[in-house]
T-cell receptor, first 114, second 113 residues
């Protein structure tokens, strides 16, 4: 099983450019999440999708949009990239939102905005 | 959200047991205790979780204090591949907060030969 697959693995953007980070899971999970991790810090939740057709804001949603394309795929879009969005982005999935479920994370997308 | 406190760093020798502590004195009755680890340049990896009773799986054991105000992640025989940042996280089932893992700074475990 591939688990959670993120593309691309690395990206450099110029300020003001847009891009979409892709995430797909093959575990038939209902819930999916986007996190960002800045150097020396823990992960912070950007957006999540409890189930297909729903999305909700997390802790740091400003500057981002998401789309739950289907049960497998959850994309994160930066409409106008800013240097403050330089970070490592992780996608995750879980069976559901209940607290007794663990998360499976992807390997991350390292984004640099210059 | 209930908060956890972990030491910033710990060291262990290879093939010795490692006990990683976590204090959560304000834990509520519905909070699950989760442990994740993050190896260098990788995404976090689920390790184990529990509610009240001690738990074992192929990766580790979780020992939960009787009053639930603390817990310990036990790696029975540390290897170099266990060098990572270990996160102790509380999750409850309240609306909204149930949706997220809230990561602190964790414990950086160094394993030496």
């Amino acid at each position: 099983n591939a688990g959670v697959t993120q593309t691309p693995k690395f990206q450099v953007l110029k300020t003001g450019q847009s891009m979409t980070l892709q995430c797909a899971q093959d575990m038939n999970h209902n819930s999916m999440y986007w996190y960002r991790q800045d150097p020396g810090m823990g992960l912070r939740l950007i957006y999540y999708s409890a189930s297909e057709g729903t999305t909700d804001k997390g802790e740091v949603p400003n500057g981002y949009n998401v789309s739950r394309l289907n049960k497998r795929e959850f994309s994160l879009r930066l409409e106008s990239a800013a240097p403050s969005q330089t970070s490592v982005y992780f996608c995750a999935s879980s069976v559901g939102l209940a607290p007794n479920y663990g998360y499976t994370f992807g390997s991350g997308t390292r984004l640099t905005v210059v | 959200d209930a908060k956890t406190t972990q030491p910033n760093s710990m060291e262990s020798n290879e093939e010795e047991p490692v006990h990683l502590p976590c204090n959560h004195s304000t834990i509520s009755g519905t909070d699950y205790i989760h442990w994740y680890r993050q190896l260098p340049s990788q995404g976090p990896e689920y390790v184990i979780h529990g509610l009240t009773s001690n738990v074992n799986n192929r990766m580790a054991s979780l020992a939960i204090a009787e009053d639930r105000k603390s817990s310990t992640l036990i790696l029975h025989r540390a290897t170099l591949r266990d060098a990572a940042v270990y996160y102790c996280i509380l999750r409850d089932d309240q609306t909204g907060t149930a949706s997220k893992l809230t990561f602190g700074t964790g414990t950086r475990l160094q394993v030496t030969l």
